[in-house]
């Protein structure tokens, strides 16, 4: 039997049943062949596709699982909810502890709202920042991530101007180009939208200066707009408060997703005083947006946030894992370029402009049972030990190896799906 035999009858079965064949995130369904689409059972750090076998997951669900995959504490709480009841016909008790416990631990937040997803949790700040002066412009920073909405969509497939008719963009990292779209609104702008650091797919990660995150701030404070941090992707992962606070600077609304209930489906938009008004006004619901389940077991995420050294765990296991990636990446000879918090760690290879030594690397390690990303960030869990680390070392270190024979012939192998989504952004 091949290796990947089920999982490519699934795909077969799947073409017919489901538009594009593979339903689910992008850069996963981009990936060359090498690497599984469907997945069978998860547990800590691991992960098993539907063949049966095994990887190291340095994905993470794509940022979900913090504390790794099926974390005892969570999904006790989880089931304990689940005997007593999920969807009912209103929240239950496990609403308001959340928003007590979200509102003590993070420093700029009076309240809290629940929804599924984090571009939920995005839209409904864009729609509270507009109620709040009764204004229309959004400021986004240029190819910010911020949801799969119309209003901010990387495709353009499907979606009309008017859409994006008050969407204002400027350069990350750069307050010239920031004051440039308030000038542009005059005097219209409802909200800015801030990501904690720069991590988008394709391109290297990079942090924000001090003076950006404060100008940002000053900038809405004197036009009366408010300023969104987006923590969807980033959220527990650089800190236990918002992301900004150690610039000292506190956002009037955050978007909050993926790791809120260690991979129970979950979000939340979190506010301060000046918002609650504005939040208050807007209509927002979902059939599921009250369930209980995933409450529950947000409540026992956060009192793991608060009660262990997870986050240190974290960044212990990451700074081993980019060390000792530098070290194989300078003695092969073929250099690479490890950007951002290495607990999002992203690995791209210099002169490796359509993501060939990256995917092949990638690809190499897939196959030998560690599972990495060529150009999107990844994400470390507090479940990976000092020896799953080590592990991943032997299988990247032969995949450098692989690389190394392989780097003549490279050039035959495109991928001809990820150069058309390269061709798109550029
Ligand atoms: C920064 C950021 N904002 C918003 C979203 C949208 O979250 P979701 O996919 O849960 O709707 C994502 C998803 O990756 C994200 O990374």
Redesign the pocket.
Known sequence: MRRNSRDAELRERARLVIPGGMYGHESAALLPDTFPQYFARADGAYLWDCDGNRYVDYMCA??PNLLGYRHPAVEAAAAAQAAEGDTMTGPSEAMVVLAEDFVSMISHADWAIFC???????SMAMVTARAYRDRKKILVARS?????SPWNTPSLKGIVPEDRAHIITFDYNDLDSAKAAFRSAEGDVAGVFA?PFR?EVFADQFLPSAEYATGLRRLCDEADALLII?????GFRLSRDCSWAVHGVAPDLS?W??VLGNGHPI?ALLGSDKARQAASSIYVTGSFWFSAVPMAAAIATLNAIRSTDYLERIVAVADRLRDGIDEQARRHGIPVRQTGPAQMPLILFDDDPDMRKGSFWTGTAARLGVYMHPYHNMFCCAAMTPADVDDTLEITDRAFAELKNALPSLPAQPNERLLQRLAQRR
């Open positions: 794509f940022g599924k997803n984090g571009s939920d949790a995005t910010t991530y911020h949801g799969a990501t991590h987006d923590e969807v992707r980033t978007a997703g993926k979000s």
